[in-house]
């Protein structure tokens, strides 16, 4: 079975640094997406970034990007320049496609505290 | 862009009551996936739909059905309802062929009392 990990349950940063969240997976699948969630305190599931299993170029978005370790089943999320706005819930998740099975499996997460 | 509509937003029932919960796919998506989700928890997948037929099954309790209509919107119906289904309940939809636009609606917040 598909299984995501979250090894920090919470984490604080002060604001304008840099943070990077940690998350591995297992998987014997090949066709796969991985994603970073953001979860703030109204509790609607924000997506941050994702990535194609088989891109090997590492998905950014502003200040948002991943290091993304296929062989290793790592799929780490660095926050750059952290605002006082990206405090909330962040969640890994995977999904495969393809195949007769399209749900998200979602890591414990890791509740981020940006600190003034 | 049209997002994933979830109504109501807000529900408060009683022990033993019914709720149903709606959902409205983003158009061209083929794919409707429910969600619960408990406070300090995980989003666990309680059922997903794939063109209208039922596609896979998660942890939703039996006291729990969905179905999805002809114009692809979904309903989850929930009866004798207990204190423990109180959460967020998230709807979801995507492509199956690519999940690339995997989209959350702002879910229904479920309150039982």
């Known amino acids: 079975a598909q299984t995501v990990t979250q090894s920090q349950p919470e984490m604080s940063v002060q604001e304008a640094e840099t943070v990077t969240l940690s998350c591995t997976y297992d998987t014997s699948e090949n066709n796969y997406y991985l994603f970073w969630y953001k979860q703030p305190p109204s509790r609607q599931m924000i997506l941050v970034i994702r990535?194609?299993?088989?891109?090997?170029q590492n998905a950014t978005e502003n200040r948002f990007s991943v290091n993304f370790q296929k062989a290793a089943k790592s799929f780490s999320l660095k926050i750059s320049d952290s605002q006082l706005g990206d405090t909330a819930m962040y969640f890994c998740?995977?999904?495969?496609?393809?195949?007769?099975?399209?749900?998200?499996?979602f890591g414990k997460g890791t509740k981020l505290s940006v600190k003034p | 862009a049209a997002g994933v509509i979830q109504s109501p937003r807000h529900l408060i029932k009683e022990k033993r009551e019914t709720a149903t919960l709606k959902c409205y796919p983003i158009?061209?998506?083929?794919?409707v996936y429910w969600y619960q989700q408990g406070p300090g928890q995980d989003p666990q997948f309680l059922i997903s739909f794939y063109e209208k037929m039922q596609s896979d099954k998660g942890s939703i309790p039996d006291r729990f059905s969905a179905q999805q209509f002809s114009d692809y919107h979904s309903e989850l119906n929930m009866s004798s309802l207990e204190l423990g289904d109180s959460a967020l309940y998230f709807c979801a939809s995507s492509r199956r062929s690519s999940p690339r636009g995997y989209t959350f609606g702002s879910g229904t917040r479920l309150t039982v009392v």
């Open positions: 998740a995977w999904v495969n496609y393809g195949g007769s099975q399209g749900n998200l499996i």
């Open positions: 990535q194609e299993a088989y891109k090997q």
């Open positions: 158009p061209r998506h083929d794919t």
